[in-house]
């Protein structure tokens, strides 16, 4: 278990690695293809394209092939997924290129977070909290590591090409200790599991409704809290970067304490606690109008948000009676829904009605997980 546990912690950080990899280096192929705001917008739909499409079909194709062969297979495909970003001569080829990578990407979320949750039953203790926690510490390191690069003027296609050769041999090395297709069984039913909760599909739902709740926020803190400091509280480029800034640190430090906090009070518990810091620490951020407010109540609500995804995926893959890439890829579905569409939806809401109104929808969500977070209630068994 102990080598399983190792080989999972090093997909979710290769996942990490490989979808911050370009990051910082989006402008530069912006520059280099001759694109505008509007084509370059149009080409970053690519990745949620594929990621929608992935994790559709994750399900099945975990249960034809196993958690582990699918994570390796789509781990390799990812990790190789810069190159042709790198490599792209046109808007086109950029579009196919990140729906390869966010495909790919989409289809090892689901397969890596299968293979989690039965290591997590190997181990009978939380430890999903944790391998999110690596994943948030990939994208930082990925992202520093971009910006380094394109600080020192290296050629986007030699990076992204450095990177894509490291992230295959972390894979090849680290991930060998994946547990084998006899680890992908289906948790039985007992007395205890689900009681209160309902089953099956209305408790997959609920699942998916948390996610979508916290994805909205995630994404709403990655597009949107630089241009409420800059725009409407009139700070600097600099302290703009902080609202951001604090809040994946936050991330990473909830999730890799999270376990703690699951073992010792339990999921359900942390699921509510986490949701009313979160929405309390952004609300009073929000409503105290001042730069430090702001960067302070978007720390606060990386904070309280970090433990949601882990424990609904977790739940959702030990929920009795069903596979658990299958309810993993139907969480991820809904859930993704709300990273990826919800950033434009609020951007349509701070047209009508301004930005500080538009971020107080992911405080409304946030509270709006405190009355059905008992659909957690299977996680970490």
């Known amino acids: 278990m102990r080598r399983a546990r190792f080989a999972v912690t090093?997909?979710?950080?290769?996942?990490?690695?490989t979808g911050a990899a370009w990051v910082a280096r989006i402008p530069q192929i912006k520059e280099h293809l001759g694109l505008s705001a509007g084509s370059l917008g149009v080409a970053l739909l690519g990745a949620p394209v594929g990621v929608a499409v992935a994790v559709r079909f994750a399900g099945w194709i975990v249960a034809r092939w196993g958690s582990r062969a699918t994570t390796l297979v789509a781990g390799t495909v990812a990790?190789?997924?810069?190159?042709?970003?790198?490599?792209?001569?046109?808007?086109?080829?950029?579009?196919?290129?990140?729906?390869?990578?966010?495909?790919?990407?989409?289809?090892?979320?689901?397969?890596?977070?299968?293979?989690?949750?039965?290591?997590?039953?190997?181990?009978?203790?939380?430890?999903?909290?944790?391998?999110?926690?690596?994943?948030s510490l990939g994208t930082l390191a990925s992202a520093l590591v971009g910006s380094a690069a394109a600080h020192a003027h290296v050629p986007v296609r030699l990076h992204l090409s450095v990177v894509a050769v490291v992230l295959v041999g972390v894979l090849a090395v680290c991930c060998r200790g994946l547990l084998d297709r006899s680890a992908d069984v289906v948790p039985e039913e007992d007395g205890e599991a689900g009681s209160g909760v309902g089953s099956g599909r209305w408790v997959l739902a609920m699942l998916g409704v948390i996610g979508l709740c916290s994805f909205v926020g995630e994404g709403a803190m990655a597009d949107w809290s630089a241009v409420y400091l800059r725009e409407t509280l009139g700070t600097g480029p600099?302290?703009?970067?902080?609202?951001?800034?604090?809040?994946?640190?936050?991330?990473?430090?909830?999730?890799?304490?999270?376990?703690?906090?699951?073992?010792?009070?339990?999921?359900?518990?942390?699921?509510?606690?986490?949701?009313?810091?979160?929405?309390?620490?952004?609300?009073?951020?929000?409503?105290?109008?001042?730069?430090?407010?702001?960067?302070?109540?978007?720390?606060?609500f990386g904070l309280g948000i970090a433990p949601v995804a882990p424990i609904t995926f977790s739940a959702?893959?030990?929920?009795?009676?069903?596979?658990?890439?299958?309810?993993?890829?139907?969480?991820?579905?809904?859930?993704?829904?709300?990273?990826?569409?919800?950033?434009?939806?609020?951007?349509?809401?701070?047209?009508?009605?301004?930005?500080?109104?538009?971020?107080?929808?992911?405080?409304?969500?946030?509270?709006?997980?405190?009355?059905?977070?008992?659909?957690?209630?299977t996680a970490g068994r």
């Open 10 to 17: 090093a997909a979710f950080v290769v996942h990490g690695l």
């Open 79 to 135: 990790a190789l997924s810069p190159v042709p970003i790198g490599l792209a001569w046109n808007m086109g080829a950029l579009i196919a290129a990140l729906v390869l990578m966010g495909g790919s990407l989409g289809l090892m979320d689901v397969a890596m977070n299968a293979q989690g949750v039965a290591i997590e039953r190997g181990y009978g203790r939380p430890i999903m909290s944790g391998l999110h926690g690596a994943y």
């Open 238 to 300: 600099g302290i703009a970067g902080l609202g951001y800034a604090g809040c994946a640190v936050a991330m990473a430090v909830g999730r890799l304490s999270g376990d703690w906090l699951v073992a010792r009070l339990g999921p359900v518990p942390v699921l509510r606690y986490g949701s009313v810091i979160a929405a309390a620490g952004l609300g009073l951020g929000l409503l105290g109008s001042h730069p430090a407010a702001a960067v302070i109540g978007f720390t606060v």
């Open 316 to 377: 959702a893959g030990n929920l009795p009676g069903v596979p658990a890439a299958a309810g993993i890829g139907r969480v991820t579905a809904v859930g993704y829904l709300g990273l990826l569409g919800g950033p434009p939806v609020l951007g349509f809401v701070a047209q009508g009605v301004g930005l500080p109104w538009a971020l107080a929808v992911p405080v409304v969500l946030a509270a709006a997980i405190v009355p059905i977070s008992g659909a957690a209630a």
